[in-house]
């Protein structure tokens, strides 16, 4: 959108000096011409994306919302957990996203006996032909750009610490040595929710490394019928490339530079800020509630509605953005007490009514 400079920013310039007026004149005519030059390049991007949304619906049958917020959380620079029984094609979808946006995919099935050395790379010891020994690096399946950690809960906290720091610091250290992964990078992890016996839990600081928590549910009719009728048939349906790597970065630096109204920035601090546990609270949050949100989920929702923005062809978000996105970036976030389990109260179902007193 082009930025109006209101009347009044000029009220000061005659009491400067000559020089400083032009100065403050300069600058104002580049943010303006920065503003409008931005426009057309979000309508780019957001053409590219729709594309890239079309080209995985063809492929994942009713999982539009999954598909999107899987989209959305790329384009905010971060990581999603899937959380959804066998069967809803949860590999599919990570296979499927990197194709249509270009991108280096791999996927790791975590189990109990996994090694960080299994994800990360390890260390080779070498001979040449004369008899020189050395070490080399051989890289993990990490070094890729759209990683799938499936099951993620089952590999041991020792395994799931060492894909931390790639997930926070993009990049990996192997004997005292620091390897930068490639750009972009982004786990999409999944996990059961039925089998929890011989599971890790994840720990809090992990899960708040997840932008979003994303649930995948069954298809409806209609969807499992066209997926029953185009997968047992003879012909496939594949996806279609429809960004690189390079279009995906620039949308996400264009992410970031989608102006965003007051009213949006104090719905998201009155929502996160609301479902902290503490002095001022509601009283359902005071007493359901063990711990809450960090500023790092008001960062998440933040770019998140943004993005969700784009997605839509928008040129910046609304409150209807917040209120779409709340549960799924804050219920992984947030913990209730044992009273609450014992009535029945679900975080989702504070979430939905912390949204409905908005404003």
């Known amino acids: 959108m082009p930025l109006i400079v209101p009347v009044h920013a000029f009220d000061k310039l005659p009491t400067a000096s000559p020089n400083k007026q032009k100065r403050a004149l300069s600058a104002m005519s580049t943010v303006t011409e ?46 999603a957990l899937l959380i959804g029984v066998p069967g809803l094609a949860k590999t599919l979808l990570v296979e499927t996203l990197g194709k249509v946006l270009g991108l280096d995919a791999k996927r790791v099935q975590f189990t109990p006996d996994l090694m960080p050395a299994d ?32 099951e993620i809960n ?7 610490s060492a894909l931390l720091q790639a997930m926070q610091e993009k990049q990996v250290t192997v004997a005292g040595v620091r390897y930068e992964l490639p750009r972009p990078f982004h786990v999409l992890a999944t996990q059961n929710p039925l089998e929890q016996e011989g599971t890790y839990p994840l720990p809090e600081a992990q899960l708040d490394r997840f932008l979003m928590q994303v649930d995948v549910n069954y298809p ?29 970065m620039a949308a996400q630096r264009l992410v970031r530079r989608v102006p965003v109204g007051e009213k949006v920035v104090n719905a998201i601090l009155e929502l996160v800020r609301a479902a902290r546990p503490e002095e001022g609270a509601s009283e359902e949050v005071e007493r359901h509630v063990a711990w809450g949100p960090g500023p790092r989920a008001s960062q998440a929702l933040m770019l998140a509605v943004r993005a969700r923005a784009l997605i839509d062809g928008r040129f910046s978000p609304s409150i ?33 009514r912390l949204c409905r007193n908005l404003g």
């Not at 066209?226 to 279009?247: F, H, I, K, P």
């Not at 913990?335 to 504070?350: H, I, K, Y």
Request: proline letters at 3%; one cysteine or more; charged letters at 25%.
């Open 220 to 248: 409806d009719l209609e969807s499992e019928r066209r997926m029953l009728l185009s997968t047992t048939g003879e012909s496939v349906v594949e996806a279609r490339n429809a960004m690189t790597a390079e279009d995906l």
């Open 320 to 352: 209807e953005d917040v209120t779409s996105l709340a549960a799924p970036v804050l219920r992984h976030r947030m913990a209730l007490n044992f009273s609450a389990r014992a009535e029945g109260v679900t975080v989702s179902g504070v979430i939905d």
């Open 34 to 79: 920065t503003n409008a030059d931005i426009v057309p390049r979000l309508e780019a991007a957001a053409e590219r994306v729709q594309r890239a949304h079309k080209a995985a619906a063809s492929v994942i049958f009713g999982q539009d919302v999954v598909i999107e917020r899987s989209l959305i959380t790329i384009l905010s620079g971060g990581h």
């Open 154 to 160: 089952r590999a041991s906290p020792r395994t799931q």
């Open 119 to 150: 994800i990360l790379g390890s260390e080779v010891l070498e001979e040449s032909d004369k008899g020189h020994r050395s070490f080399r690096f051989i890289k993990g399946p990490v070094f890729c750009q759209l990683l799938m950690a499936d």
